[in-house]
């Protein structure tokens, strides 16, 4: 029988495998970070109203997913930065047509239809929850074969799991000043992902990075969306694009820069996004 670390290793490994960029191991338990979480979240914007269902879900995998001992959880890049970003935008077609056809909704018509529209670069492909999902069932499905006995659940985006903090815990990266992860290695072009398991893991030790005195993104952001580590997603050109079901305030609209579905503006300038991987 393998020891929890060598279960641990044989797990990362296998996701890695099975297409997952980095991985890393978090233990189940109540999450320090829910209390802020909660408090954003009910600060947030009516868009945003699903964050506050089920928050106890959230305080602890093992209350979504009951049995859970440890989260593996993924990185999967989608960007890198030598790709050239004018080229894939204009490989997609027309920027309306293309969110129709690609199954998104069009949030700000009014934008979308304007010279010069920008989609977010992880929006230049077929939608990221079905890709990681399919990638999160292979490496389950890996597990189980090798490990019998092993039960897990996919988490991707819409589950009620704080993904970024568990991510954080299991050695991905760190909490950047725009809010996102990032990690040393892969910069934050990355979707997070991962299986809650009734496996006991190792875990790994959190990230310790930091931005440290740069202070780019919160500099860059056109709307001032960011400040303190935290994120007004009122004032947030991300969310009014890809979230909201009202109309853009006019003055967000005019700082919209061409952004027309999501935003990668924080992401951009970030010196750990600058050099290829």
């Known amino acids: 029988m393998k020891s929890a670390s060598q279960a641990a290793a044989r797990f990362k490994a296998i996701a890695l495998e099975c297409g997952a960029s980095a991985c890393g191991v978090a233990a189940a338990g109540d999450l320090a970070e829910f209390g802020r979480f909660a408090a954003a979240a009910g600060a947030a914007p009516a868009g945003l109203a699903y964050l506050n269902r089920e928050p106890l879900k959230r305080k602890n995998i093992g209350n979504w997913c009951p049995g859970a001992a440890s989260a593996l959880v993924c990185a999967f890049s989608y960007w890198a930065p030598e790709r050239d970003y004018a080229a894939a935008l204009s ?76 991510a954080r815990l299991a050695g991905l990266g760190f909490r950047g ?31 310790g990075g930091e931005c440290g005195s ?4 919160v500099a860059a952001c056109p709307a001032g969306a960011l400040a303190g580590g935290a994120l007004d997603a009122g004032r947030c050109l991300s969310y009014w694009t890809t979230q909201a079901k009202e109309k853009i305030p006019e003055p967000l609209a005019r700082l919209s820069g061409g952004w027309v579905y999501g935003c990668d503006i924080c992401q951009e300038v970030c010196p750990y996004n600058e050099e290829p991987r």
């Not at 189980?144 to 993904?163: H, I, N, R």
């Open 91 to 166: 490989g997609v077609g027309a920027p309306a047509a293309y969110l129709k056809s690609s199954g998104r909704k069009v949030h700000q018509p009014e934008l979308t239809d304007a010279p010069g529209a920008k989609i977010s670069r992880y929006a230049l492909d077929r939608d990221y929850h079905l890709i990681v999902r399919e990638k999160l069932g292979r490496i389950l499905e890996a597990l189980k074969k090798e490990f019998p006995g092993t039960e897990g659940k996919l988490f991707c985006d819409t589950a009620p799991v704080m993904e970024k903090e568990l």
């Open 214 to 217: 740069c202070d780019r993104c």
């Open 177 to 207: 000043k725009n809010t996102l992860v990032v990690s040393p290695e892969l910069g934050s072009w990355f979707f997070i992902g991962g299986l809650a398991l009734n496996a006991a893991l190792e875990p790994d030790r959190p990230c």
